[in-house]
């Protein structure tokens, strides 16, 4: 009988062992419901293949066809990456709606023995899911927004406030991207909507009598675009404003920065791309401090020259917000440790009684 997911928290109660999506790599790639395996029935060809025979010819040819790939795919998975599941195992399988793919996989594997549940609506209810959460109910508690220029690091803070039982959500970590020019990190930015799923799913495990605290954004991280009433609760929200050194700040940006250091072509290429904001002489002091290695130097004259303008631009249009300042003498591990309880007191100061 297909399970049917009402609310995101019926995940956690879902009584299986395995979820399996079936739909094609692409598919799984740009979204999938938390914690499923990928065995896809059709792969990314294939099933464009399927689909143009269904349009353009016969949709008898084209089930026809889908059916075969699909056994064989499936006995490839049952063979290889299934071979070793017990017979007591129980999974649960989607497709994009519930329908050909998953029920054809399930029926396979409940013919083995095996206990084989679908998901009614398939992906698309879950999506919805995601939606209404996102884009239709309000934000569930109350934010408090970490402020502070580039180089305070805002982004370990939060680590270490999470560690210490403060309610976070590090959005630049859902996003994979530090937030600024220089921010792409490996492996590049998830989908929108895979973005979409891991912040529901924080959202859904927040608990509405506290605050949550995030980090300082635009209403973009990267090509991640925030949800409209998250960012209006961040931008409604007070502010806790780190301030530190520049000379710390530019000693931290160097060392947080070492992949990009460690990829000569690619700073280069990223310090021109600023050059429509900034006069030839200046990306050429930059370009000469790169190929020196002068990375301190370098953090230090893009912080003063391009960052900490556009940040102070930015934080102007909050000042009418309630706001509390921590200084941060020091950002290393022991600097950042010591400062942590002050950084909690002002936290919840700012947080709703």
Not at 2 to 29: F, G, K, M, N, Q
Not at 76 to 97: F, G, M, N, Q
Not at 295 to 312: C, N, Q, S, T, V
Request: hydrophobic share 45%; charged share 25%; aromatic share 6%.
């Amino acid at each position: 009988m297909p399970v049917t997911l009402s609310t995101l928290s019926d995940l956690d109660a879902l009584d299986v062992d395995e979820i399996i999506d079936v739909r094609s790599p692409a598919e799984y790639a740009e979204d999938h419901i938390p914690g499923a395996i990928s065995l896809p029935v059709l792969s990314n060809e294939e099933r464009a293949r399927v689909g143009t025979i269904y349009t353009r010819e016969s949709p008898f040819k084209a089930r026809k066809l889908g059916a075969a790939l699909v056994a064989r795919n499936a006995a490839h998975h049952i063979e290889t990456a299934l071979a070793d599941r017990p017979k007591s195992w129980r999974p649960l399988v989607y497709c994009w709606r519930g329908g050909q793919r998953s029920g054809s996989f399930a029926l396979i594997l409940g013919q083995i023995g095996w206990r084989a549940d679908t998901v009614l609506g398939g992906w698309r209810s879950y999506r919805r899911l995601v939606q209404s959460a996102l884009y239709e109910a309000p934000w569930p508690s109350p934010v408090v927004v970490l402020d502070g220029n580039t180089g305070t690091a805002k982004t370990e803070l939060l680590g270490l406030l999470n560690a210490a039982g403060v309610q976070v959500i590090d959005l630049e970590g859902l996003a994979n991207h530090r937030g600024s020019v220089f921010g792409a990190v490996a492996g590049g930015q998830p989908a929108q909507k895979g973005f979409e799923t891991a912040l529901a799913m924080a959202r859904d495990r927040l608990d509405p009598a506290r605050a949550v605290v995030v980090e300082a954004e635009s209403s973009k991280i990267g090509r991640i675009n925030l949800p409209p009433g998250l960012w209006e609760a961040m931008k409604a929200a007070p502010r806790l404003v780190l301030q530190a050194p520049l000379e710390a700040r530019a000693a931290y940006l160097a060392r947080r920065y070492r992949d990009l250091t460690d990829d000569p072509a690619r700073l280069l290429a990223t310090i021109d791309a600023l050059g429509a904001q900034h006069a030839r002489e200046r990306i050429e002091t930059w370009r000469v401090q790169a190929e020196a290695g002068a990375f301190e130097a370098l953090a230090a004259g893009l912080m003063a020259a391009h960052y900490d303008p556009r940040y102070g631009r930015q934080r102007a249009r909050f000042e009418d917000r309630p706001a509390r300042a921590v200084h941060l003498d020091r950002l290393d591990p022991e600097g950042l440790a010591a400062a942590l309880p002050d950084i909690v007191a002002a936290l919840e100061a700012l947080s709703p009684a």
